[in-house]
């Protein structure tokens, strides 16, 4: 029955945020619809194995974007997004130790929760470090949403003023059921070996990684009609707001301040990077902006495909910096934590 009432509110809210021109109003409307249901201590949940499906058809998206082209562009231009890169990489840990040294959390668990790559992947490798993954997953989460609802808001204003058209195809258009095919093979096996093998953020980033190189040798086609990218929003936008139980707000509602004000800040950050990317390098404003956007790198590409920028080149962003997190991200926690013992 509360599936049903997820549903129906889902869908009002997607109608409701559509009519307003939002990008990835499906996800937005999924994402409220779930958290208002969790805060009523009504318990649902996204089945693994629907969410990691879910996770390859973006990492397709993501990989769709990447076209030889883009790839040669980010390989000439390779310090520019080491430099943005680290720069917020920087920004997110600095502001979890400052959050560690106020004893606002305990251990790494601010470091972990301010991380800026995906969610879901920073959760389950906070978990394995020993971090308290309830106060991580509500960092992220939060941070996430915070996150994606402004990044929508502005690129719909941006749209707006842009006045660009949507274009608008058939829900099951598919150019080649061939190539079609060929997608949900990769996302089948990317994700199935994912999951087997254990790899924190896998079922996005093998396909996302596979589906680029393929596509770059043009021994694949990624097809992606309407209907599926919309399931994929909607099953990434509940697995946001479902997270968002009213025990764990109850549990860290002291702390709340704090980790709004350390997301705000963060925000900052990749606002001051973004208008770098927009004067030195002629990005325009909103490409830049999404490109340097601290939230998850699934629902920025959900947002980036959505609206009038170069995709490509915010998802090759993105990408650098989740990846850059995934490998880094362990011993920043540990030189972090040593150094707070230290100063203790």
């Known amino acids: 029955m509360w599936w049903c009432v997820l549903l129906l509110i889902s869908a009002l809210l997607g109608w409701a945020l559509t009519a307003l021109h939002l990008p990835a109003s499906v996800l937005l409307g999924c994402m409220l619809a779930g958290i208002l249901l969790s805060s009523q201590e009504i318990r649902l949940g996204v089945p693994t194995t629907l969410f990691a499906l879910a996770q390859g058809v973006i990492g397709c998206l993501m990989a769709k974007s990447l076209q030889p082209s883009t790839l040669a562009k980010v390989a000439s231009d390779w310090p520019l997004f080491l430099g943005a890169t680290i720069s917020i990489i920087a920004a997110s840990a600095g502001l979890g130790w400052l959050l560690m040294r106020r004893q606002v959390f305990p251990g790494t668990t601010a470091v972990w929760g301010l991380a800026p790559g995906a969610a879901s992947a920073m959760v389950l490798m906070a978990e394995a470090y ?12 939060l941070r996430v949403a915070v996150v994606t609802a402004v990044a929508a ?28 095919g060929s997608t949900l093979l990769l ?22 990684l596979v589906g680029a190189a393929l596509q770059a040798t043009g021994a694949l086609v990624i097809e992606l009609p309407p209907a599926l990218l919309a399931l994929s929003y909607a099953v990434v936008g509940w697995s946001i707001g479902l997270r968002f139980t009213r025990a764990i707000l109850r549990h860290a509602v002291r702390a709340l301040p704090a980790v709004l004000g350390s997301i705000f800040a963060l925000m900052g950050v990749g606002l001051v990077i973004a208008v770098g990317l927009t004067q030195w390098a002629g990005y ?8 340097s956007s601290p939230g998850g790198a699934d629902s920025v590409a ?5 609206s009038a920028v170069d995709v490509g080149f915010v998802m090759s962003m993105q990408l650098a910096r989740f990846l850059t997190v995934l490998v880094l991200g362990p011993q920043v ?3 972090i934590a040593a150094q707070s013992r230290i100063d203790g």
Request: charged residues 10%.
């Open 130 to 141: 020993g971090a308290d993954v309830r106060l991580v997953a509500l960092m992220q989460y």
């Open 153 to 180: 808001l502005v690129a719909g204003l941006w749209t707006h003023h842009a006045a660009t058209a949507p274009v608008n195809l058939p829900w099951f258009a598919v150019q080649n059921p061939i190539d079609l």
């Open 187 to 208: 996302v089948l096996l990317g994700s199935g070996i994912a999951r087997w093998l254990r790899i924190p953020g896998g079922p996005m980033v093998i396909p996302l």
């Open 284 to 291: 325009d404003p909103l490409t830049a902006y999404l490109a």
């Open 302 to 306: 959900i947002i980036a495909a959505t």
């Open 333 to 335: 926690s540990k030189l």
